[in-house]
């Protein structure tokens, strides 16, 4: 799909539940930033993290020096208009 039909149809899509809840977590953090580990301590799943990425709710933020292999990501704008909806 290219970007400007992306674009178009972003705005009807929604995130499912698992991303909606790592997203959020997002909302009060210092830049956006999103966390690689759920509230028990399990990592994220990578395809959340992708799926998140691929609709342009999250971007990658930086490399993990650490773990190359984990993506450290944050908000986008888009991200935030979804909790900025009524």
Same mark, same amino acid.
């Given at each position: 799909?290219? *970007?400007?039909?992306?674009?178009?149809?972003?705005?009807?899509?929604?995130? &499912?539940?698992? *991303?909606?809840?790592? =997203?959020?977590?997002?909302?009060? *953090?210092?830049?956006?930033?999103?966390?690689?580990?759920?509230? !028990?301590?399990?990592?994220? !799943?990578?395809? &959340?993290?992708?799926?998140?990425?691929?609709?342009?709710?999250?971007?990658?933020?930086?490399? !993990?020096?650490?773990?190359?292999?984990? =993506?450290?990501?944050?908000? &986008?704008?888009?991200?935030?208009? =979804?909790?900025?909806?009524?």
């Amino acid at each position: 799909m290219s *970007q400007a039909l992306k674009e178009i149809a972003a705005p009807s899509l929604m995130p &499912t539940a698992a *991303q909606r809840a790592w =997203l959020m977590r997002g909302l009060g *953090q210092p830049g956006g930033k999103l966390p690689l580990f759920d509230r !028990n301590g399990q990592r994220v !799943n990578p395809k &959340t993290v992708k799926a998140c990425i691929d609709h342009g709710w999250a971007e990658p933020w930086f490399a !993990n020096p650490i773990k190359p292999d984990w =993506l450290v990501c944050k908000l &986008t704008p888009a991200g935030r208009g =979804l909790f900025a909806r009524a």
